[in-house]
Nanobody
Framework: QVQLVESGGGLVQHGGSLSVSCAVS????????MGWFRQAPGKEREFVAA????????SYADPVKGRFTISRDYAKNTVYLRMNSLKPEDTAVYLC???????????????????WGRGTQVTVSS
């Protein structure tokens, strides 16, 4: 079993920056591809970013390309999402997910992830 706990959310102004973290415990961290998704009120969960088991490949949704960066720290069993140039439309609950068996072209598919955290709220004021 794998447990995921997000942290670092909060309130930030339009154009500001924020980093969220996801601490992973349980089975081997390096065996999982990691993803970030977000869900705003009344909207479906949407893919934000993902990183491969080795950290060598990343994938981003078009709305966040060039503004968000996903990374992982194997010593700390943690995956990060650095968010710059934040916009009000980035407001959502950000959820971390882990998958032990996923190909690059499936990174954006929520149903391919086995484990999920509870999320952390990110609010961007206009």
């Amino acid at each position: 079993q794998v447990q995921l706990v997000e942290s670092g959310g909060g309130l930030v102004q339009h154009g500001g920056s924020l980093s969220v973290s996801c601490a992973v415990s349980g089975r081997s961290f390096s065996g999982y591809a990691m993803g970030w998704f977000r869900q705003a009120p009344g909207k479906e969960r949407e893919f934000v970013a993902a990183i491969s088991q080795s950290g060598g490949r990343t994938s981003y949704a078009d709305p966040v390309k060039g503004r968000f960066t996903i990374s992982r720290d194997y010593a700390k069993n943690t995956v990060y999402l650095r968010m710059n140039s934040l916009k009000p439309e980035d407001t959502a609950v950000y959820l971390c997910a882990a998958s032990g068996n996923i190909g690059y072209f499936d990174y954006s598919s929520a149903r391919r992830y086995n484990y999920w955290g509870r999320g952390t709220q990110v609010t961007v004021s206009s």
